[in-house]
Antibody, heavy 117, light 107 residues
Framework: VQLVQSGAEVRRPGSSVKVSCKAS????????ITWVRQAPGQGLEWMGG????????DYAQNFRGRLTITADESTRTAYMELRSLTSDDTAVYYC???????????WGQGTLVTVSS | EIVLTQSPGTLALSPGERVTLSCRAS???????LAWYQQKAGQAPRLLIY???SRATGIPGRFSGSGSGTDFTLTISRLEPEDFAVYYC?????????FGQGTKLEI
């Protein structure tokens, strides 16, 4: 399975962003899809994940309340929407998939989100 | 939330050397749900090890993982030039996953 993410985004502080992650070469429903971000020059930060087959969604405590992860099995696409953006949300956002658990067996190419006024 | 601490932060080595990286968890990781990743500049991470000691598909045999509970290690038996990168551990048990802060291997 390969994951292809949507392109780079620029947003104003206070706005929201929605990044897509489309699976090709396989089905999304049997996978665990994870979202991870990486601020410039920083490490990896686990944001949350979804198990499309069961509809289960899990979020890191840091993002609860302003992060929503969804999946559309008909289009084999997962989405990550982050609201109330600040400059601290400037980062590369990755989706990753695995046949079991929220680990990154295979990864999308990353989407740069820049938050700037 | 489980906190993972990796050490050292940076390591300067030469090709051909053996290296062991450490990842310590703030509490027991049940099921040894611990993974290791390699990340090179400008690239997405690559899964090396999962389940603490199982190599992912296509990963060379010079990479090995060990440990259980709260202490885990990644060993590269003989460094190749392409191994100089940043390495992260991640725990993925339960309904969340957290990463260590990373160890940078430099020549």
């Amino acid at each position: 399975v390969q994951l292809v993410q949507s392109g780079a985004e620029v947003r104003r502080p206070g706005s929201s962003v929605k990044v897509s992650c489309k699976a090709s070469g396989g089905t999304l429903s049997t996978q665990f899809i994870t979202w991870v971000r990486q601020a410039p020059g920083q490490g990896l930060e686990w944001m949350g994940g979804i198990i499309p087959a069961s509809g289960t969604r899990d979020y890191a405590q840091n993002f609860r309340g302003r992060l929503t992860i969804t999946a559309d099995e008909s289009t084999r696409t997962a989405y990550m929407e982050l609201r109330s953006l600040t400059s601290d949300d400037t980062a590369v956002y990755y989706c990753a998939g695995s046949g079991s658990f929220y680990k990154g067996g295979y990864w999308g190419q990353g989407t740069l989100v820049t938050v700037s006024s | 939330e489980i906190v993972l601490t990796q050490s050292p932060g940076t390591l300067a080595l030469s090709p051909g050397e053996r290296v062991t990286l450490s990842c310590r968890a703030s509490q027991n990781i049940g099921g040894d749900y611990l993974a290791w990743y390699q990340q090179k500049a400008g690239q997405a991470p690559r899964l090396l090890i999962y389940g603490a000691s199982s190599r992912a598909t296509g990963i060379p045999g010079r990479f090995s993982g060990s440990g259980s509970g709260t202490d885990f290690t990644l060993t590269i038996s003989r460094l190749e030039p392409e191994d100089f990168a940043v390495y992260y551990c991640q725990q993925y048990g339960g309904s969340t996953g957290t990463f260590g802060q990373g160890t940078k291997l430099e020549i």
